[in-house]
């Protein structure tokens, strides 16, 4: 979109700038306490899984920021929704986690290496930035991001065995959003059956 596009610039353009004010408040309130910061940083941790295969974890930082203190912190910058903290503790939406284990190993540099005292995301909205916590308040952010590195590796070796069943929804009140395998599993087919089949009885045909 370009600023001569008429429809951009009276429709779209105010709510950029809107966007713009409040993320400048927010940074210029950020600042304070900030040492150095580092913006869309790729990194990448090497796992052993328990076969002795390796695995590579990537991913790239929006921001890491090491505080006066010392301590290390993430940003995640979010124009979309902020995934749910019950999601973020039980693991199904371990971003900042895992970005923070890969942080503790050196993943993203010796100057943002060490242990990341906590993670936020921060949504870019015509409004103010309401910061939300990955995790909540009184979570041990560190010890979450190594049982949730602990846990990848555990479910990647899983998956190295060939028997290993593609489940289409593994967790009750966890279903992904979007699932490859979830058509196959005919799960709207069950739902709207109640778990009857096709001939009417449950378990379907034999």
């Not at 555990?154 to 966890?174: C, K, M």
Request: aromatic share 8%; net charge negative.
């Amino acid at each position: 979109a370009r600023l001569d596009d008429s429809a951009f610039r009276a429709l779209e353009w105010p709510r950029v700038v809107a966007i713009l004010a409040h993320y400048l408040d927010w940074e210029r309130a950020r600042r304070a306490g900030l040492a150095e910061a580092g913006y869309e940083i790729a990194g990448g941790l090497g796992l052993t899984l328990d076969d002795g295969s390796l695995f590579r974890l990537s991913a790239e930082v929006d921001r890491i920021e090491r505080r006066e203190d010392g301590a290390l912190h993430l940003v995640d910058f979010k124009t979309g929704g902020v995934p749910q903290q019950k999601e973020i503790v039980a693991g199904y939406a371990p971003q900042l986690t895992l970005e923070a284990a890969m942080a503790a190993q050196g993943a993203f540099g010796a100057a943002f290496t060490g242990e990341v005292a906590g993670a936020v995301y921060a949504p870019l909205k015509p409004q103010p930035v309401e910061e939300a916590r990955a995790g909540g308040k009184g979570v041990d952010f560190p010890r979450l991001a190594q049982d949730h590195l602990d846990a990848a590796r555990a479910l990647l070796s899983a998956y190295r065995d060939p028997d290993t069943a593609y489940v289409s929804e593994p967790a009750a009140g966890f279903e992904p959003k979007h699932s490859k395998v979830r058509h196959l599993a005919r799960v709207k087919e069950w739902s709207a059956t109640g778990g009857e089949g096709e001939a009417g009885e449950a378990g379907g045909e034999p």
